[in-house]
């Protein structure tokens, strides 16, 4: 499904309401450009299953945890990583194992390695209509 934002906070609405669909274990993958809204998706997921942390990107820490909501969610932004390898050795079987949503920022690195159903969303900035203007692509996959 394809959906149109108009602002920052329009992309975390979507977002609040797509966490609805998430259930414990799930795999969603965050892919566009720098400054698409990525975090500000994962910011709309990590309210909308009731958590109230102030949301970052794990740029510099690989990931991030947000446990005080219904689900947790661990938050990861692999674009430094060059493999899955990479990821293991971070301890992705340890997130895995918690029954927690992941998401993951960069994911095109890992995709055609997840050996389980995920959703897909692709955030593209539409800068001819306005600097704000987003089209986000949500697909389920497996």
Known sequence: ???ITSSYEET??????????????????????????????????????????????????????????????????????????????????DYLSQNGIIIIEWADIIKPELDCPFVEITIKKQLDISDDTREITIEYRG
């Open 1 to 3: 499904m394809k959906y």
């Open 12 to 93: 975390q609405k979507l977002a609040f309401e797509f966490a609805s669909n998430l259930k414990p274990g799930m795999i969603v993958t965050l892919d566009g450009d720098l400054g698409a809204g990525k975090t500000a998706f994962t910011t709309g997921v990590v309210s909308g299953l009731g958590c109230t942390d102030t949301v970052t990107s794990p740029t510099f820490t690989i990931a991030n945890e947000y446990r005080k909501g219904s689900i947790p969610v661990f938050h990861f932004d692999i674009y430094r990583l060059s493999s899955m390898e990479d990821l293991y050795d971070i301890g992705w079987e």
